[in-house]
Each structure stands twice: as structure tokens, then as C-alpha cells.
């Protein structure tokens, strides 16, 4: 049973620290979309990647944000300084890319952050 | 940009039927998608149309008219395990999807 897989599932800390998310993207997927999820604003893109190739990251603020694919099995997220404006869940998801564009996402579970 | 609008919160009754609307404004229109999403949990796929009509999955359907930028979510004999939110996704050729801040359906018995 493929899925993607995210680390950590909750993380709290203070502002101004460095955090670091992780995801594991199911294997043969070349599509990796890191989103951001919140009561107010629902489900935000925060970049993509095809390829391993950062596609769009228009939605991520460049200033603190960063994200990257070191290899095909791993993608992250870093945010550099935290603040608690950036409290959310974040979820990464990994698609197919199939022709024709039913580019269906199949999304992690999540990595809930809580900036204090 | 894209633009997606969706109703915030429905309500219905065990063995209902229940149509949650979405309209959009998009250019490049590529498909549109459908996503249940538990509370505490992350989404999952419900239903993908590119092409108008009805698509019938079990007791979900979907339906999309891109000539009137709409397309709604059918679910028949309600279950309260549909109790959830369903976010409506709109994808335009060459880039992610852009997703609709969803609708909450609470189902009672």
C-alpha cells in the first residue's frame, strides 16, 4: 500500500527557531506539491516540483521558507526564522503526472506546527 | 488567477441526498477535482472531471459544466461517515492544483 509519508506528525516550538519538514513521496511519482493549511485561508500551494525541478514556489515567502528536493525518495520544507503566523498544517503530496492532466494528489498525512 | 467558490458549511439528515456546489473562474482550464478531507486528517482523492457530464463512482457522483464554470458533488444515501469536509480543485494546464477552502457536511441521524 504506497503512501506518502511525512516527518515530523506534530512539532511545537519557539519563534525564531529552524524547522525542518520532511516527506517521502510515493515511489515512481515525479509531481511533489508542498501545501499549507489553515481555518482561515483552507489549503495553500507553497511550491511543486517536477522532476525534482522547483516548478512554482510563488505562494512560499522566499524570505523564510525553503524547499527542496535532494533526491527522487525525499523532499523538504524548512522555515528559517519560525514565527507563529506560520502555525498550520503542512502537507506534502506526490502525483503521477499522467498525461492529459488528471494529475491526481495523494497527500501525507501531515505535519502539524505549532510556532509559539 | 484562479477564483473557486464553494458553499462553508451544509447540513443533512442519515439516507439524504446532498449536492455541494462549486463554481470557478479560470483560464487554461485543465480538470477538476474532488477531495474528502476527515477532520484531523488529510485529503483524499473522491473524483476527477475534465469533461462535461456525470461521473457515477458508487454513491458519489460529479459533475462538471465548463461552458458555466461549475460543477457540483452528489452524494446519495448519506452515511455519517460523510460527515467531512469536500474541497473542490481546480487545475489550469501546466500548473498545481488550486484548491477551494472547501465545504463542511455535517450529517445527522
Known amino acids: 500500500d504506497a503512501r506518502v509519508t511525512q516527518t515530523p506528525r506534530h512539532k511545537v516550538t519557539e519563534m525564531g527557531q529552524e524547522v525542518t519538514m520532511r516527506c517521502q513521496p510515493i515511489l515512481g511519482h515525479n509531481t511533489v506539491f508542498w501545501y499549507r493549511q489553515t481555518m482561515m485561508q483552507g489549503l495553500e500551494l507553497l511550491a511543486y516540483f517536477r522532476n525534482r525541478a522547483p516548478l512554482d514556489d510563488s505562494g512560499m515567502p522566499k524570505d523564510r521558507f525553503s524547499a527542496e528536493m535532494p533526491d527522487a525518495t525525499l523532499a523538504t520544507l524548512k522555515i528559517q526564522p519560525s514565527e507563529p503566523r506560520d502555525s498550520a498544517v503542512y502537507f506534502c503530496a506526490s502525483g503521477p503526472n499522467l498525461a492529459g492532466g488528471a494529475d491526481t494528489q495523494y497527500f501525507g498525512p501531515g505535519t502539524r506546527l505549532t510556532v509559539l | 488567477g484562479q477564483n473557486i467558490d464553494q458553499p462553508t458549511e451544509m447540513t443533512a439528515t442519515e439516507g439524504a441526498i446532498v449536492q455541494i456546489n462549486c463554481t470557478y473562474q479560470?483560464?487554461?482550464?485543465?480538470?477538476l477535482f474532488w477531495y474528502q478531507q476527515h477532520a484531523g486528517e488529510a485529503p483524499t482523492f473522491l473524483s476527477y472531471n475534465v469533461l462535461d457530464g456525470l461521473e457515477e463512482k458508487g454513491r458519489f457522483s460529479s459533475f462538471l459544466s465548463r461552458s458555466k464554470g461549475y460543477s457540483y458533488l452528489l452524494l446519495k444515501e448519506l452515511q455519517m461517515k460523510d460527515s467531512a469536509s469536500y474541497l473542490c480543485?481546480?487545475?489550469?494546464?501546466?500548473?498545481?492544483?488550486?484548491f477551494g477552502k472547501g465545504t463542511t457536511l455535517s450529517v445527522s441521524s
Open positions: 480543485a481546480v487545475k489550469e494546464a501546466g500548473t498545481a492544483l488550486i
Open positions: 479560470t483560464s487554461g482550464f485543465n480538470g
